[in-house]
């Protein structure tokens, strides 16, 4: 759990400076570790709408809930 967590500190942190790419990475391997994670799910839907893939953002924020 604590690895998911910090994975998830980091990706958001990459997010946030605008490395898109290296944040996909990471929210990708939380996915993998743990399919259906939430948080990841939502913020990668919120990387796909920033990259204007609104319908893939919005189903992974829809199976975020």
Sequence with gaps: ?????????????HH?????AEA???YDAI?????GQPDALHFLG???????QYD???AL???SL
């Excluded at 996915?31 to 399919?35: D, F």
């Excluded at 919120?46 to 204007?52: G, I, Y």
């Design 46 to 52: 919120l990387l796909a709408c920033q990259l204007k």
């Design 24 to 26: 996909k990475t990471l």
């Design 61 to 63: 924020m829809e199976q």
């Design 1 to 13: 759990m604590n690895d998911i967590h910090d994975t998830l500190q980091s990706a958001l942190a």
């Design 56 to 58: 893939a953002g919005i």
């Design 31 to 35: 996915l993998t570790a743990q399919p």
């Design 16 to 20: 946030q400076a605008g490395r898109l």
